[in-house]
């Protein structure tokens, strides 16, 4: 049971490149999330999408851009990179939007802007 | 808005120690609270849960109490193992169109032989 894969694990960009972080779920949840996790600063919502075809900004959308390509992917795109950016990133996904409903996450990208 | 409040860490136990890392919150509404743990290389994963106050979320001998009156949900835990070594993050979340997780900034617990 795949649960939510992100690829890649892992990533160098040099500033100004773009690149696309993938993202998939299997559970046929209906919501999915894009956070990024910073030393001493928890997990921290970038973008999320509440259900196929809807998409919204977190906490800290600037820089991002995201697309809710079907009901199984959710794809986070950096147009430009900036050092600011160099973090760990992680997707989850939920079932429904009930307050006691379980996220599952991806093993998350540490991507690296040099 | 919401917000959650952790012990900051590090923590470091010997094997068998007991436990305690607390986390108090500030919300609107009825949240639920959760601890996610994060063991090394890995994405989070629930831990345990409570989703109204006096509820008490147990699993894998760690328990935490929804404290309604003092907006707390301590995880504690009698005998911890090294296997338990791993980052805590204690969340909660409000539901609806307004539905949200927010973490606390984790906890590291790290426990010695």
């Known amino acids: 049971n795949a649960g939510v894969t992100q690829t890649p694990k892992f990533q160098v960009l040099k500033t100004g490149q773009s690149m696309t972080l993938q993202c998939a779920q299997d559970?046929?949840?209906?919501?999915m999330y894009w956070y990024r996790q910073d030393p001493g600063m928890g997990l921290r919502l970038i973008y999320y999408?509440?259900?196929?075809?809807?998409?919204d900004k977190g906490e800290v959308p600037n820089g991002y851009n995201v697309s809710r390509l079907n009901k199984r992917e959710f794809s986070l795109r950096l147009e430009s990179a900036a050092p600011s950016q160099t973090s760990v990133y992680f997707c989850?996904?939920?079932?429904?939007?009930?307050?006691?409903?379980?996220?599952?996450f991806g093993q998350g990208t540490r991507l690296t802007v040099v | 808005g919401n917000s959650v409040t952790q012990m900051e860490g590090p923590v470091t136990l010997s094997e068998e120690a007991f436990l305690t890392i607390n986390c108090t919150y500030t919300?609107?509404?009825?949240?639920?609270l959760f601890w996610y743990v994060q063991y090394p290389g890995e994405g989070l994963q629930l831990l345990l849960k409570?989703?109204?106050?006096?509820d008490k979320g147990s699993n894998k001998g760690f328990e935490a109490t929804y404290r309604k009156e003092t907006t707390s949900f301590h995880l504690e835990k009698g005998s911890v193992q090294v296997s338990d070594s791993a980052v805590y993050f204690c969340?909660?979340?409000?539901?609806?169109?307004?539905?949200?997780?927010?973490f606390g900034k984790g906890t590291l617990l790290t426990v010695n032989p």
């Open positions: 559970m046929n949840h209906n919501s």
């Open positions: 969340a909660l979340s409000s539901g609806g169109s307004n539905y949200k997780l927010t």
């Open positions: 919300a609107t509404g009825y949240p639920s």
């Open positions: 999408s509440a259900s196929e075809g809807t998409t």
């Open positions: 409570a989703t109204k106050a006096d």
């Open positions: 989850a996904s939920t079932k429904d939007r009930d307050r006691g409903t379980e996220a599952f």
